[in-house]
Antibody, heavy 121, light 106 residues
Framework: QLQLQESGPGLVKPSETLSLTCSVSGGSISSTNYYWGWIRQPPGKGLEWIASIYYTGTTYYNPSLKSRVTISVDTSENQFSLKLNSVPAADTAIYYC?????????????WGQGILVTVSS | SYELTQPPSVSVSPRQTASITCSGDKLGNKHASWYQQKPGQSPVLVIYQDTKRPSGIPERFSGSNSGDTATLTISGTQGIDEADYYCQAWDSNTVLFGGGTKLTVL
């Protein structure tokens, strides 16, 4: 059973870069057909997908965030990361890392517990 | 851009059947998933590829998807099913979530 755990600073200043890491245990991040992603949820609001990366290294980004986002994988550490540049206060949210391995629809079967990131000076 | 629309809220009496809809243009041609999220918890996948249940999800959860509408059905609804539910689809290499539906078990 895969387990995911987010880590990173809980407070980021406006205009700076938000950097988060997701550690994967219970399996290899390089497993065939798996994909990994970041989803966020502003307090009291719905889910917003940020980005995904496949085991092949192919990346996909939310068009509304694409200019500020980078998702990457570190296979040696069995983890993947998110960088979000030039953050405004509106980027305050719970950030979840998630993973899945289904062929159709890109559903996320495994989720981390989430990390609250507040953007404030 | 593609959008998924859900009703903000649905109410159901215990032991009755709850239906939560998710609408999108030709959604039936895509593969819908559904997530349950309880307060303070991470989302849990309850339906994927329109109709399939992951291991450990009770049989009372079922899904369908045709035309422009995907539907999550909870049969014999229990108090523990009270939660927010989100639909999700994959379109043009992007993941889309519906706005979420709050299910209240009265």
């Amino acid at each position: 059973q895969l387990q995911l755990q987010e880590s990173g600073p809980g407070l980021v200043k406006p205009s700076e870069t938000l950097s988060l890491t997701c550690s994967v245990s219970g399996g290899s991040i390089s497993s065939t057909n798996y994909y990994w992603g970041w989803i966020r949820q502003p307090p009291g609001k719905g889910l917003e997908w940020i980005a995904s990366i496949y085991y092949t290294g192919t990346t996909y980004y939310n068009p509304s965030l694409k200019s500020r986002v980078t998702i990457s994988v570190d296979t040696s550490e069995n983890q993947f990361s998110l960088k979000l540049n030039s953050v405004p206060a509106a980027d305050t949210a719970i950030y979840y890392c998630a993973g899945g391995g289904y062929t159709y629809g890109h559903p996320f079967d495994y989720w981390g517990q989430g990390i609250l990131v507040t953007v404030s000076s | 851009s593609y959008e998924l629309t859900q009703p903000p809220s649905v109410s159901v009496s215990p032991r009755q059947t709850a239906s939560i809809t998710c609408s999108g243009d030709k959604l039936g041609n895509k593969h819908a998933s559904w997530y349950q999220q309880k307060p303070g918890q991470s989302p849990v996948l309850v339906i994927y590829q329109d109709t399939k249940r992951p291991s450990g999800i009770p049989e009372r959860f079922s899904g369908s998807n045709s035309g422009d509408t995907a539907t999550l059905t909870i049969s014999g609804t229990q108090g523990i099913d009270e939660a927010d539910y989100y639909c999700q689809a994959w379109d043009s290499n992007t993941v889309l979530f519906g706005g979420g539906t709050k299910l209240t078990v009265l």
